[in-house]
């Protein structure tokens, strides 16, 4: 299987005061063209670092140093020069953040923020067009009166509608990839699980592969089609998601799925600590675990 996204021995490190700080230690992971994959962890196991690698943000950092291959369609995108890295997002990839409303810009109407987005990918499409495919892009994210939210300002829109703003936005110029951070977080339970629903059966429509970051096993297991469960910036299993969810086999896949909130029960579990001597990464398939 050729893979869209194919990331080897990915380390990230930034420079201090005190020296450089380890931050991930040989990430490795692949996405196939249309492929959903979820990398999964606690708060700082490198899952959003990871992301903004890939799309180029970190390398231009000074106090960052990134070595590994990112290879993204083909391409290296380590050896690129940053305007070509710049050119590639919004276009061939697009990602979804936590906050919607913080992550749209609040002095511009929706519109103009459609119509930017679009120009990356043609910059000459005037605005009466830009409109027009915004329009189209809001009908299937199931906004009613599109024309009216392309002429609000974010802070006009609820966070659930600024949201599915978001997802449209994010798939206006038919990316290859998109990759989610937490999507629908900042958001109330209802209204994520029906923005998660709706991203999934975009993506799905358009075939459009998706690195999916959560700690929220339980989206995870509805939206996924496998999983990589990241701690302390390593890949410790990998596989199915059905595989991993049925007999996880990692102490740390373990504990995070012990951490999940029940309905019953006294309190919300923290998620243990588990020793460096587990952290041998696990690769599972349909048939097992090697």
């Known amino acids: 299987m050729s893979h869209l996204l194919d990331i080897r021995d990915l380390h990230l490190a930034f420079k201090g005061l005190g020296g450089l700080t380890e931050v991930l230690h040989g990430i490795t992971l692949d996405i196939a063209a249309g492929e959903r994959v979820a990398l999964v962890g606690e708060s700082g196991s490198g899952k959003s670092v990871t992301a903004r690698i ?79 495919r915004a329009t189209e892009m809001l009908a299937e994210v199931s906004i009613p009166d599109p024309g009216r939210v392309l002429a609000n300002y974010p802070f006009q829109l609820s966070g659930g509608m600024n949201q599915r703003v978001m997802i449209a936005m994010a798939l206006v110029n038919n990316p290859k990839l998109l990759l989610a951070d937490e999507p629908g977080t900042a958001l109330d339970v209802s209204v994520q699980a029906q923005t998660l629903r709706l991203m999934h059966d975009l993506v799905e429509k358009h075939r459009t592969a998706v690195l999916f970051i959560s700690h929220n096993l ?45 309905i019953t029960g006294a309190g919300l579990p923290a998620v243990p600590e588990v020793s460096d001597d587990f952290l041998a990464p696990m690769v599972r398939h349909e048939g097992g675990t090697s």
Do not use: K, W
């Not at 590994?68 to 083909?74: A, I, L, N, Q, Y």
């Not at 701690?231 to 740390?252: D, K, L, M, Q, S």
């Open 218 to 262: 339980g989206v995870v297991r509805e939206f996924a089609d496998r999983v990589y469960v990241i701690y302390r910036g390593r890949i410790v299993e990998t596989g199915p998601t059905g595989a991993i969810f049925h007999n996880p086999g990692h102490a740390y896949t373990r504990a995070l799925m012990d951490a999940v909130p029940r």
């Open 54 to 132: 890939v799309l180029g943000l970190l390398q231009e950092m000074r106090n960052a140093r990134v070595t590994g291959r990112v290879g993204f369609d083909g391409a290296d995108i380590m050896t690129m020069a940053p305007r070509d890295r710049a050119r590639l997002r919004g276009t061939e990839m697009s990602m979804i953040f936590q906050d919607p409303t913080s992550s749209l810009n609040p002095t511009f109407t929706i519109g103009n923020q459609f119509a930017e987005v679009m120009r990356r990918r043609d910059p000459r499409l005037n605005q009466a067009a830009c409109d027009a």
